[in-house]
């Protein structure tokens, strides 16, 4: 397996994704089987894949096997790699005593401050690091800060760096030692923060922060927007970092002490050497967002659906308006009109039914987010019928993106009870955003299954894409969720929202979709059983 990996150079970045999360699962797995040829030409081929794969997928990675990090070697790999994924690794990596001794020399200042943090590790460890000296870590232990206390060689070192090059390590030394000096005043760690300032380096890491506590901040990066709830900046930071653009009132969630934890929204300007015109980060003021800026904080009125169809009901208006004025100038109604002019009438004809399909998901979204789960639908629908149309109107869509879909039939008959329409609806965009978030080249596999005539379920399963293998639910059910984990390029409809909207008309009409570890499955009321009765009473007749 892991010779046939190496074997194959990858021509593009999905494949060196690819290729990235498959050697990092085998050396989780069975690191310790492997031969030393193979473990050191994977290693090799890791080092060389990583400026390939985005920070995104490494973090994806990193948690995925965090937990079962035993083998040493691939831990000392992603301990070096940006601190944003190395503290995942680190956080919950397990090793025995004497392969963390033997990494510990090779690892950076904010890897140890990392595992300085941790309460599980060896008491060989915490020796070996406390050997190393204050200096080895980026930041010290406030307890530990606190004991030793300001001694005259660590402020001289500050100084003597600072001759040279300015040295934020340094200046966080010295504010830090400040910090620790009014930490006790618990007036004023009970107040709440209005405002801080910060800096970043180069690599969108926050370096030092002012006004708020350092755990809280150090280490985030604004250049990757988090999902799911996590510590982060959104994609407006993000997209604007990749530019070195000014941000403006970009959003950003902190965990920690309520004073600090929660939403704040900062403004950024790049700087950059005078002497020599390189980048050198990002600095910033934060605060608090106001009232208007936070909608959603706020109870949903009891009228919130009304409202949501009112403003649909605005988008349609001038959209059919220009559908029609496009029709019009298509079927040449008024008299002749040039190829060119059809062609782009045309053009304006089918995006207004895109975007008229896309209006009518989010109404359905805002309907049966609103409405209470009445009792099953009596309508019985034939959904082996519905998927195999499905597959048919899929297949410009597999062709242009190289997919091939499988999905197998077990069991039978495929009745269930639910809505025509919703049934499409489902079913289609269900397949639909894994099709857009398969790898070209990929089979993407399914069954649908009635296990008994008597079973009171039908499932359409469909194991997940090599893309989101590695991603959680809630990452999953996030509407700015894509698989490379840069929202500003997601589709007008994402993963996230396709399958909140999937679940959310799946339950209405009495099911489910569950998110499993290897698949993705579709729960129907079946409508097996009342058919069947139905037929013993035709044949008793």
Not at 28 to 41: E, H, K, P, V
Not at 404 to 433: C, E, K, N, Q, Y
Not at 484 to 506: K, M, Q, W, Y
Request: aromatic content about 4%; hydrophobic content about 45%; charged content about 20%.
């Amino acid at each position: 397996m892991i010779a046939t990996i190496l074997r194959q150079a990858p021509a593009d970045r999905r494949a060196s994704i690819t290729a990235w999360r498959q050697l990092t699962d085998i050396l989780a797995q069975r690191g310790n089987q492997l031969s030393d040829d193979d473990i050191r030409r994977s290693l090799h081929a890791l080092a060389v894949l990583r400026p390939r794969v985005p920070e995104s997928v490494r973090r994806d990675c990193a948690r995925a096997v965090a937990r079962h990090g035993r083998f040493a070697p691939l831990v000392a790999l992603y301990a070096n790699d940006v601190p944003a994924v190395s503290a995942i690794m680190l956080r919950d990596a397990r090793l025995a005593e004497a392969d963390w001794l033997a990494l510990l020399p090779a690892t950076s200042a904010m890897a140890r401050s990392v595992l300085a943090g941790r309460s599980d590790l060896p008491s060989g460890v915490y020796r070996a690091l406390a050997s190393l000296g204050s200096a080895s870590v980026a930041l010290p232990q406030p307890e530990a800060a606190a004991q030793e206390g300001p001694a005259p060689a660590a402020e001289a070192a500050p100084e003597r760096a600072s001759e040279g090059h300015p040295s934020q390590i340094s200046e966080l030394v010295r504010r830090i030692d400040k910090y620790q000096s009014t930490r006790t005043q618990p007036a004023q760690s009970r107040a709440p923060r209005a405002a801080f300032l910060f800096e970043t380096g180069p690599d969108g890491v926050i370096h030092w922060v002012e006004g708020v506590t350092r755990g809280a901040v150090i280490g985030l990066s604004i250049a990757e927007a988090a999902f799911g709830g996590e510590p982060g900046t959104d994609g407006v930071a993000a997209g604007a970092f990749r530019q070195r653009a000014e941000i403006i009132n970009a959003r950003m969630l902190l965990e920690g002490a309520p004073a600090e934890a929660g939403e704040w929204r900062f403004s950024a300007l790049p700087w950059f050497d005078p002497a020599t015109g390189q980048f050198r980060g990002y600095r910033a003021s934060a605060r608090r967002p106001h009232r208007n800026e936070m909608p959603y904080g706020r109870p949903a009125a009891e009228d919130s659906g009304d409202s949501i169809r009112q403003l649909i009901h605005e988008l349609r208006s001038p959209l059919n308006a220009i559908s029609g004025f496009a029709q019009i100038i298509s079927g040449q109604m008024f008299g002749p009109v040039s190829h060119g002019y059809r062609g782009m009438a045309e053009t304006i004809v089918a995006d207004a039914a895109s975007v008229q399909s896309i209006i009518d998901d989010l109404e359905t979204a805002a309907r049966s987010g609103s409405a209470r789960i009445d009792a099953p639908s009596e309508e019985v629908v034939d959904i082996g019928a519905v998927v195999t149309q499905v597959e048919g109107e899929l297949a410009a869509l597999l062709a242009d993106q190289r997919v091939d879909l499988s999905i197998s039939r077990v069991g039978g008959p495929f009745l269930g009870f639910a809505s025509d329409a919703d049934v499409r609806r489902m079913v289609g965009r269900l397949l639909t955003a894994l099709v857009d978030v398969s790898e070209p080249g990929a089979i993407l596999v399914g069954q649908l299954v009635t296990e008994s005539r008597h079973d009171d379920m039908l499932q359409l399963r469909v194991v997940r894409p090599a893309t989101i293998r590695f991603a959680t639910a809630a990452e999953l059910l996030d509407p700015g969720f894509s698989p490379e984990g840069e929202a500003p390029g997601a589709a007008v409809l994402s993963l996230g929202f396709s399958l909140r909207l999937v679940d959310s008309l799946a339950r209405s009409s009495g099911g489910r979709l569950d998110i499993g570890h290897n698949a993705l499955t579709l729960h129907l009321p079946s409508a097996n059983s009342k058919a069947e009765v139905e037929l013993e009473a035709q044949q008793g007749e």
